[in-house]
T-cell receptor
């Protein structure tokens, strides 16, 4: 079974702290994603990566950065945490099929989520 | 840009009732469509998917048909159970102009379903 593991289920941090959220997947997937989930807003894409050291901004990248030094690990960094970053953070991964029809791309697999509270 | 709109929730049903959760989308190109489910305290799991027009996805008694003419992908189940209580997300994945995709998903806002015995 594919496993996407997030390092923490719950985190409480202070305003202004630098926060690291870690995600590891064990299925050799090229694509990895960070979403945040807020009530009434669904999931919104923060950043994604389609290869080691590659990163692309999603829809709401402000206040965040990412790091992908190894294929299996994708880190989300809050440079200076603020209260409006209190949220549920979900990591996901998927396999990318180079040169194949889009419909052959695999589903995205999600981690359990990290509930971050910034006080 | 791409967008997904789900019916407003929460939805509360009695066991064995019929379920419909509406989902409509806006996208360029030829999107694939998904329903994900999130049980309490867990991450998202893929429930079903459809990759082209008129495809029907089905799983665990749930069904959804990809309707290109109405840009819809409504989720249905004939008889819900208490164990179906969860948050349901409609999502789409579309390709860029070059025909490739990095697998990005665009989600609807989610619909909370509660089923009572």
């Amino acid at each position: 079974d594919v496993k996407v593991t997030q390092s923490s289920r719950y985190l409480v941090k202070r305003t202004g702290e630098k926060v690291f959220l870690e995600c590891v997947q064990d299925m050799d997937h090229e694509n990895m994603f960070w979403y945040r989930q807020d009530p009434g807003l669904g999931l919104r894409l923060i950043y994604f990566s389609y290869d080691v050291k590659m990163k692309e901004k999603g829809d709401i990248p402000e206040g965040y950065s990412v790091s992908r030094e190894k294929k299996e690990r994708f880190s989300l960094i809050l440079e200076s945490a603020s209260t409006n970053q209190t949220s549920m953070y979900l990591c996901a991964s998927s396999l990318r099929m180079f040169g194949r029809p889009l419909r052959l791309n695999t589903e995205a697999f999600f981690g359990q989520g990290t509930r971050l509270t910034v006080v | 840009g791409d967008s997904v709109t789900q019916m407003e929730g929460p939805v509360t049903l009695s066991e064995e009732a019929f379920l419909t959760i509406n989902c409509t989308y806006t996208a360029t190109g030829y999107p694939s469509l998904f329903w994900y489910v999130q049980y309490p305290g867990e991450g998202l799991q893929l429930l079903l998917k459809a990759t082209k027009a008129d495809d029907k996805g089905s799983n665990k008694g749930f069904e959804a048909t990809y309707r290109k003419e109405t840009t819809s992908f409504h989720l249905e189940k004939g008889s819900v159970q208490v164990s179906d209580s969860a948050v349901y997300f409609c999502a789409l994945r579309s390709a860029n102009a070059g025909g490739t995709s990095y697998g990005k998903l665009t989600f609807g806002q989610g619909t909370i379903l509660t089923v009572h015995p």
